[in-house]
Structures are given as C-alpha cells and as structure tokens.
C-alpha cells in the first residue's frame, strides 16, 4: 500500500503524490489526464499491477495538474509547463534520477522531459503512448479536430458512469465492479467541466521533433489490437527515438491492469534490472490477516512512547507464533500483518488460535481473516485476489476472533477444528456471496 498522499509545491501550485515500495531505482507513473493517487488502489487489478512494480522499483505516482487531488488548470497548460511539475514532483520524492513510465498522454509528457532535461531520467518506458495529439501529413490514424471535438462530446456526456470500460477494457465489459471503480475514478478525477479545459488544453501537442533528440534508454510497449490508442502511435515512436526497445503484446486491453500483466510486467522488469524473476508465479497458499482492535485509543490512553513499546511486544508475540507454525510474514501495514502459509491450511488457522491467545495477556485483542486461494507471488510479496479476501474476511471479524472463508472451511474438515457458520457476506470489491465460518 502506498504512503500517505503528499504535496510538491511549484510556485502557488499544488501537486499530489504519493509512494509505495522500497526498490533501489525509483520509477514515476505519468498517467493521462485522468488519475487519482489514492482510488486507483480500491481496484484490487490496479493495485495488482503497482504491487508488481514495486517488486523491482520504488514507484511513484502523481496526479498532474487539472487532475485528482492536484490544483485545478488555471487557463491552457502546454507541456512544456508540465516539465517543472514533474521536477518538483521528483524533488520532492528525494529522487535525482527516476525511470518514467509514461501512459496515454503521460507518454507525452514523459518525451518532453526526458528531452528537456536527460540528468533527471534514469531510462523512458512508453505505454500505449502518442507523440501526437491530432493527425497531420504522415500521421493520419489520429483524430483530426473534427473527430476529437466529437469524441470529447460523448466523453463528457457519459462522464462519471464508466462507460469507458468499453474501449479501455474491452474484455471486462460485462464486470460491474471495475465499472463502478471506473466511474468513481472519473468524478473524483476530475469534473465535466475540468475535463474539458484539460483535453482542450494539450489539442496541439506534438513531441515528434523530441524523438530523435532522445539519449535515454526507452522501452516501448503497445497491445497490437489496443482498443483505445492505435498501435501505429508506438510503431512511429520505435521507428524514431535512437535505439529503442519497442515489443507488441497480445490483447485488445488498454487498462494496464487488465489483459496479460504478466507479460507487460515482465517486459518492463527485464528491461530495467536485466532479468526476470518469480513475476506473475501462482501458488496456492493460505492467508492470514490480522489487525490490532482498538489501536487508536490503546495510542491515546498509553502516548506514543508506550504505544511504540507494546507494539513491539505484539510484533514478537505474532513473529514467535509464526516460527512455531511455519507461517512467512510477508508484510507489515501498520499494526497489522499479511502472513501465508503453504501447505495444508490447518497450520494457519492453529496459528491463528495461538496469536488470539498470546496476546491476551498483553491487554490486546485482534481480528484475524483466513482465506486460502491461488496467489500472484511476486518476489518477495504476494498478490491477487486471495490477499484482497483475506483482509476483507478479516475487517469482518468480531474482535478476538479467527474468521475463516469458507475456502479454509472446506480444506480442513476433519482436521479436530469447530467452527460456527457466520452466513453468507458480499465482500467489498469481491464478487459474489461468501460463506464466513468463525474458528471456535
């Protein structure tokens, strides 16, 4: 999960950022006109994505001006005024030199101050980006002003209600969830009215000229039947910039998150550590979640000193419990702990049992979700929708108690364990019903 959202300042402007991850090269997502630094993460296949990004980079994302929780436009914003964003961004990140991952109009702008200002770029990576907005001689398969005008109408007109699923993901057109996330993601991007300033803002960009100028390593990558961006944007953009990677993947996706990641993922990993590891891997594992109960006050009644000294007490409690169990912590957020476990699932619900009764004698209570379920293993993390289930079972759970899918249920029936069944709960975010059975 990422830090808390943060503010570069530029002159008066405000610019929202934010970070997750720890790796050794720093890498700044620049999306398109529409971004929320802290929505994009109620998507379990977008955070997926960034999950599997920070498994090589510490990655960086910011909400350009016009967009999410940055200053609105005050008037036209060419990118050439956007470079000194992007620096403040950086300076504020404490990064000197970042690799930018440039998506839709991101790419743009990633161009712009890749060319402008090559100490600050590490390496360029080009996502379903375009060199130009508008079409012109050689550069007929964009829209002229006609066709933009047009489609910015009935972009605007359907505004909030995600009906561009449709092109951006075309197949997860039926998926009422990640429409709902979609339409969310475009009100709390920007307004109508916002958004007509920013598409109106850059009608006449045009980087082309930068293409050739370019010293920096860069990877170009494009799905061959893209929906949304024709794929010639990238095939004129690998024909130009001086020794660039350029690779087509299959798919009709435009979402990042959607489609093959694994291969999109792998591209971009390879490209900048030389190397691919475990990226994308399935196992079948089980997921344990807990969470301090009354966290808050325990802080208030006992001051940060305190706090600071029976956390570390619970940290050991839990660590000791895991050793005895065979549980690997995966992370830490917060006071809570992501742990799996291989192997038959009756390892982690013991574990579970033990961790409610260890701390007891500290004055601490938790609730812990189980869930067993297939796993994106990403080097040293998991992912997927397992650990997404883990911790939704686990925000269920009454305080003390060991909450278990009904995934866990069935795995170890037989195995001496008395459960009581809670029904059946919607998960948030999570298709479908699913039955809870709390371990007694």
């Keep these: 999960m990422p830090t808390e959202t943060r503010y570069a300042q530029r002159g008066e402007t405000s610019l929202a950022w934010t970070t997750v991850g720890d790796g050794r090269t720093d890498l700044l997502f620049l999306p398109g006109i529409i971004s929320h630094v802290e929505h994009v993460w109620d998507d379990p296949g977008m955070a997926s994505f960034l999950e599997r990004l920070c498994s090589f980079a ?5 909400d350009r001006r016009g967009s999410g929780l940055s200053d609105p436009l005050d008037g036209a914003l060419p990118l050439e005024d956007e470079i000194d964003d992007v620096i403040a961004v950086l300076d504020a990140a404490g990064s000197e030199c970042a690799v930018l991952l440039g998506y839709l109009t991101g790419g743009s702008l990633a161009i712009k101050v890749a060319a402008e200002r090559p100490e600050r770029v590490r390496a360029l990576v080009l996502y379903a980006a375009v060199a130009r907005s508008l079409a012109a001689p050689g550069y007929d398969w964009a829209s002229d002003e006609e066709e ?14 995600g009906a561009m699923l449709d092109e951006i993901a075309p197949t997860r ?17 920007s307004s109508p009215g916002e958004l007509r300033r920013a598409a109106r803002s ?3 960009f045009d980087v082309r000229d930068e293409l050739g100028q370019l010293r920096v390593p860069t990877l170009i990558l494009h799905r061959m039947g893209d929906r949304l961006i024709d794929v010639r944007h990238s095939r004129y953009m ?10 087509e993947l299959d798919g009709v996706d435009n979402l990042p998150s959607v489609g093959d990641t694994s291969a999109l993922i792998g591209e971009i990993e390879e490209f900048l550590t030389g190397g691919r590891r475990r990226l994308g891997e399935r196992e079948l594992l089980t997921i344990l979640f807990s969470d301090i109960v009354g966290s808050t006050g325990h802080a208030a009644r006992l001051g940060d000193a305190g706090w600071r000294d029976l956390l570390v007490a619970h940290d050991a409690v839990v660590r000791r419990e895991l050793d005895r169990f065979g549980g690997r912590e995966v992370k830490t957020i917060g006071d809570a702990f992501l742990v799996a476990f291989d192997g038959a699932p009756s390892r982690a619900v013991r574990c579970a049992q033990a961790i409610v009764d260890g701390l007891q004698p500290l004055g601490l209570t938790v609730r812990i979700g189980l869930h067993t379920g297939e796993c994106e293993v990403l080097a040293d993390d998991v992912g997927g929708m397992a650990v997404h289930i ?3 079972v686990a925000a269920l759970a009454e305080p003390g108690e060991v909450l278990a899918s009904g995934t866990v249920y069935g795995t170890v029936v037989g195995a001496g364990f008395r459960f009581k069944d809670r029904g059946t709960h919607h998960l948030r975010d999570v298709p479908g019903r699913w039955p809870l059975f709390a371990v007694l």
């Excluded at 933009?148 to 209600?161: N, P, Q």
């Excluded at 057109?173 to 991007?189: C, I, K, P, Q, V």
Aim: aromatic share 6%.
């Design 148 to 161: 933009r005008s047009a489609a910015l109408d009935r972009m605007i007109e359907r505004w909030g209600t």
């Design 173 to 189: 057109a039926g998926d009422a969830r990640l429409r709902s996330w979609l339409a969310r993601l475009e009100r709390l991007s």
């Design 390 to 392: 883990a911790a939704r």
């Design 58 to 62: 510490r990655v960086i994302l910011m």
């Design 202 to 204: 850059p009608t006449d």
């Design 238 to 247: 690998a024909e130009r910039i001086p020794g660039a990677r350029y690779v």
